[in-house]
């Protein structure tokens, strides 16, 4: 069983920036990508970005191309997602995840295990 717990969030300033860690535990961590997304109020949970864990591939929704930056630190068993120029529509419950095997990164159902999530308000 692997725990994730995720930190960061906050209120900001539109134009801000913010970093959430997801910080992995368990008996055997050895995931093949850790991924965040995010659930908006009354929307669907949506992919933001992932990372392999391995190789440090990297993958970005268009929609945060260019503002965040998705890292990880093996030895930590943590992942960060650095999140710039941050906007009113990025306001949301972020999830941090990770899946076992090399499925589709950007697919939710890909992924095994997720965190409880960490809010993140931008105001105008």
């Known amino acids: 069983q692997v725990q994730l717990v995720e930190s960061g969030g906050g209120l900001v300033q539109a134009g801000g920036s913010l970093r959430l860690s997801c910080a992995a535990s368990?008996?055997?961590?050895?995931?093949?990508?850790m991924a965040w997304f995010r659930q908006a109020v009354g929307k669907e949970r949506e992919f933001v970005a992932a990372?392999?864990?391995?190789?440090?591939?990297?993958y970005y929704a268009d929609s945060v191309k260019g503002r965040f930056a998705i890292s990880r630190d093996n030895a930590k068993k943590t992942g960060y997602l650095q999140m710039n120029s941050l906007k009113p529509e990025d306001t949301a419950l972020y999830y941090c995840?990770?899946?076992?095997?090399?499925?589709?990164?950007?697919?939710?159902?890909?992924?095994?295990?997720w965190g409880q999530g960490t809010q993140v308000t931008v105001s105008s």
């Open positions: 995840a990770t899946q076992d095997y090399a499925g589709s990164v950007y697919q939710r159902d890909e992924y095994k295990y």
């Open positions: 990372i392999t864990w391995s190789s440090g591939g990297t």
């Open positions: 368990g008996r055997t961590f050895s995931a093949y990508a």
